[in-house]
């Protein structure tokens, strides 16, 4: 049940656009996504739900194709910080379920 | 707020030794989970508690057994620790779900316990 991302690691210059992607096998009732850099405990990015209206921040958005089961992380114009391991989470079936199941994760590095 | 807190940060154990490992979340959430995590494999879910009372497996729940032991506390249990076992521990805690407010439930992470199985 653990979703596929992809790529598995990506390096990129700053300032440049990343995408990681995100697909499940299974019929999905959102999909959760976070940062983790090395050390440290994973940090929340932002949550989309199905049927749901996206949110996002910064230069950080996300979309989810509800029909394809897939989730894709958009980072625009990326900054140094952006470095770690992101991952998505998540949630099958039934609603409130809570059962958050993670993907295998994809190292970004950007480099000056 | 101290958030998630998880006792030890760091331990060594023998093959065969046990050993709980604690988690305590001070923010009246109502689920917990413990997630391990290993180079390349992510983290993968050993067991959750939707809410006080309830227990289910995960993933990769062979090895491990858990207790909530109220709202605020969930342990997970090494009976007989193996070197497959030696991983990056983390307990995690979420609040009650409300589609309302869905932009704001995610998962709130501990620092993680770094557990080595000899």
Known sequence: QQPVQSPQAMILREGEDAVINCSSSKALYSVHWYRQKHGEAPVFLMILLKGGEQKGHDKISASFNEKKQQSSLYLTASQLSYSGTYFCGTEIGIQGAQKLVFGQGTRLTINP | ?118
Not at chain 2, 79 to 95: G, I, M, N
Request: proline share 4%; glycine share 8%.
């Open chain 2, 1 to 118: 707020n101290a958030g998630v807190t998880q006792t030890p940060k760091f331990q060594v154990l023998k093959t065969g030794q046990s050993m709980t490992l604690q988690c305590a979340q001070d923010m009246n959430h109502n689920s917990m989970y413990w997630y391990r995590q290993d180079p390349g494999m992510g983290l993968r879910l050993i067991y959750y508690s939707a809410s006080e009372g309830t227990t289910d497996k995960g993933e990769v729940p062979n090895g491990y057994n858990v207790s909530r032991l109220n709202k605020r506390e969930f342990s997970l249990r090494l009976e007989s620790a193996a070197p497959s076992q030696t991983s990056v521990y983390f307990c995690a805690s979420r609040k009650r779900w409300d589609r309302a407010y869905y932009w704001d439930q995610p998962q709130h992470f501990g620092d993680g316990t770094r557990l080595s199985i000899l």
